[in-house]
């Protein structure tokens, strides 16, 4: 039978079972006619197509986390899943997905987990591993259900000649009126530093700090302390002698107020090949909620989280993959998960969207450019503009203005917009920090785009979403377009706000298009990425409740979805890649055979995406040039470190119809990249 007699012949069947059935069946027929209609070529053509991935039962995870490794295959990491119980069990999982197995659905495999990477941050490094730092401490506990006063303290140690210290979880200190409270977490104190200053029997000492949560023996009220100013000395139990004179504890108030989430110390990197974890040097800070940013030498900048105590930390840092050890970074402060981008000339760039904590008003989290080699934590006034004055001498980061429904920056996507030369941002969607406040929107439709390459950059307004939404996925595809879709109109999709929207950005018109709407609402734990073979990723959903009327709690959904774009349905053939060089250099030259040379109208690098709570500063699509030769073509990458930090890469060829080919990987390789192997 023919295509046009097949779809005649579902078309009167459905038909007459809504005739002879009205009103009875209508919400099936029209269900059924839907489903007949996406599954239609012309359909398909335009807008796209959904599918499920189906998952069996045991590898079913919470998706927190998501990265593509340069296998091919996809990590999804839960941790915990936001689930105290099993925080308390101990039980953590990452799961593995190789989408290029045989079988439609790939296959599956659950990997040895050693913390609780919950809330963790992520970033691919040169070599092609994943690093992963932070995560779970400690769950929250609200106001409601906090039984013991607390709060934390910063243990100090005046000895330079003492050993490293370690405290124990349990550890009894005294507030200066008696009230007991306990250590919640193990913490090694280190020696004081002793400095000479060249002077017979003088020398400079500062002391050791080292921060630690605790709550009072007893519960209620009784625990309640509040010195009468700043911050006071509380005295840690069983000492004696020189420790007892010059190891001690200072804080301020304990009291029964809601105690956040606690980051961990802990960092790893996840090796691509042997499929498991490997142990680096911890980090200095605690982190729950960090941002990891490639730089141009391979190393990355770890900013924000809240730390050991629950407090959102200033105190960045950098990691070096080549000796797999941190650095103290420059200190200054971001809200939770910024959205931080490298530009092309070795600053990065705060979006302004982010997820989680932070203060609410604009004058405190500022959009804005950060010259983080420079910076010196001082803001230093200067005469006049920036000509006769040294760098470190100006201020070292420079607020960008513009930013329409600034109030409204919270869990909002950002994109790096193709092509990466352009030096273009684009944010959409967002909401208020935590839940409405009286007065505020739920949720935005705005998108803004700033272009670093004008000579004030700021930000205006673009093109509007469908829909107002916080928790918006946007990847970029091989074509030079940005998917959006999902997102919810209230924190954490209460009230049913769920919206079930797809649309495609084109930078070229700074317009949208309609595309084929999910299945599965998504807020909360969201994350969508692009996959080798030219699909979208769609999964994690963590809502606030199960019901509209907020009376039953919500559950994660687990249900994966995949996007298959309009362009993989145009009825054109796609261009292959034979055969070529996989290492490559930055500013060299590279040969790649293919039978579609004359088709391929723009080849592109894609950075593969490693996601969280909606923020993926990874992703980054760089065009590249090229020359057709006879049986393939020879690509000349960019030079600037900067503009393609050494990593692993998707190549796509992509036709002047915008199909893509198969991405093909290839590792691109800096002169002074570190742990680049």
């Given at each position: ?6 779809n ?28 007949y209609?996406i ?66 659905e ?23 591993n ?5 995560g779970?401490?400690?769950f ?18 005046e ?13 009894l ?22 400095v ?22 007893d ?21 004696t ?24 110390r802990?960092?790893?990197e ?9 142990k ?7 982190r729950?909620y ?21 407090q ?17 970074g ?27 904590y ?5 004058a405190?989290?500022?959009p ?7 910076d ?7 005469s ?8 470190d ?29 352009d ?10 920090v935590?839940?409405?406040q009286p ?20 930000y ?7 829909d ?8 970029l595809?091989?074509?030079d ?20 929207r ?9 317009s ?18 692009l996959l080798?073979?030219?699909r979208?990723l769609?999964?994690g959903?963590?809502p606030?409740?199960g ?31 034979t ?16 039978p579609d ?20 500063v990874?992703?980054r ?39 893509p ?14 742990g680049d192997?």
């Amino acid at each position: 039978m023919s295509r046009l007699r097949k779809n005649l012949f579902a078309a009167a069947v459905v038909a007459v079972v809504v005739g002879v059935n009205l009103p009875a069946v209508s919400g099936f027929a029209s269900r059924k006619w839907h489903e007949y209609r996406i599954d239609q070529d012309d359909y398909k053509a335009r807008y796209g197509r959904w599918t499920f991935l189906n998952v069996p039962d045991e590898f079913k995870v919470n998706a927190i986390h998501a990265a593509l490794l340069h296998t091919g295959k996809v990590l999804i990491v839960a941790g915990s899943g936001n689930n105290a119980a099993n925080f308390a069990k101990g039980t953590f999982k990452t799961l593995l997905w190789d989408p290029a197995r045989p079988g439609q659905e790939g296959e599956f495999k659950l990997i040895d987990t050693p913390v609780d990477f919950f809330c963790a941050g992520h970033v691919m490094l040169p070599s092609g591993n994943l690093l992963i730092a932070g995560g779970t401490l400690r769950f929250e506990v609200l106001k409601s259900r906090v039984k013991r006063a607390g709060g934390p303290l910063v243990v100090k140690n005046e000895d330079p000649d003492a050993q490293p210290r370690h405290l124990h979880p349990g550890t009894l200190v005294a507030a200066p009126t008696g009230q007991l409270y306990r250590t919640t977490a193990h913490i090694t104190v280190p020696p004081a530093k002793k400095v000479e200053t060249g002077l017979p029997g003088k020398a400079r000492i500062t002391p050791s700090e080292t921060k630690v949560f605790a709550e009072a023996v007893d519960e209620g009220a009784p625990g309640l302390f509040t010195p009468a100013e700043g911050s006071v000395r509380y005295r840690i139990q069983g000492l004696t002698g020189r420790e007892r004179r010059n190891l001690y504890a200072m804080g301020a108030s304990m009291t029964l107020e809601k105690q956040d989430f606690q980051g961990i110390r802990d960092a790893y990197e996840f090796d691509p090949v042997a499929e498991r974890y490997l142990k680096v040097q911890d980090m200095n800070e605690g982190r729950w909620y960090p941002t990891m940013t490639a730089l141009p030498d391979g190393r990355v900048m770890t900013v924000s989280g809240l730390d050991t105590v629950g407090q959102v930390t200033r105190d960045n840092e950098i990691y070096d993959p080549g000796t797999k050890t941190w650095r103290p970074g420059p200190k200054r402060f971001f809200p939770t998960y910024p959205a931080l981008f490298l530009l092309d000339d070795d600053t990065l760039f705060f979006s302004g969207m982010s997820a989680g904590y932070g203060p609410g008003r604009l004058a405190l989290r500022p959009p804005g450019v950060w010259d983080y080699r420079h910076d010196t934590d001082r803001p230093v006034k200067t005469s006049g503009g920036a000509g006769g004055v040294a760098p470190d001498e100006m201020e070292a980061f420079t607020p960008v203005p513009g930013l329409p429904e600034p109030e409204l920056n919270e869990t909002g996507a950002s994109v790096l917009l193709p092509p990466a030369q352009d030096q273009k941002i684009m944010v959409m969607g967002g909401g208020p920090v935590g839940e409405r406040q009286p007065g505020q929107k739920n949720a935005t439709d705005r998108t803004a785009l700033i272009d670093f390459k004008e000579p004030a950059p700021r930000y205006v307004r673009g093109p509007n979403l469908s829909d107002p939404v916080r928790y918006p996925s946007a990847v970029l595809l091989p074509d030079d377009t940005v998917f959006s879709f999902n997102g919810s109109g209230d924190y954490r999709g209460r009230g049913g706000s769920d919206v079930l929207r797809a649309e495609v950005y084109h930078p070229e018109s700074n317009s949208f298009h309609e595309a084929a709407a999910p299945a599965v609402g998504r807020n909360y734990h969201a994350e969508g990425l692009l996959l080798p073979d030219g699909r979208v990723l769609g999964m994690g959903s963590d809502p606030l409740f199960g019901d509209e009327g907020g009376t039953i709690p919500g559950a994660f959904d687990q249900r994966v979805e995949v996007y298959t774009p309009a362009y993989l349905f145009n009825g054109e053939r796609r261009p292959v890649f034979t055969g070529g060089r996989r290492a490559l250099r930055l500013g060299g030259r590279a040969g790649f055979k293919t039978p579609d040379a004359r088709r391929i109208r723009q080849v592109r690098l894609m950075r593969p995406s490693a996601v969280t709570h909606v923020t993926d500063v990874e992703q980054r699509s760089v065009s590249v040039d090229f020359t057709r030769v006879s049986g393939g073509i020879v690509v000349t990458l960019p030079a600037n470190p900067a503009l393609v930090p050494p990593g692993w890469y998707m190549m796509f060829g992509v036709t002047g119809e915008g199909t893509p080919s198969q991405a093909r990987w290839v590792h691109i390789r800096g002169d002074r990249a570190r742990g680049d192997r």
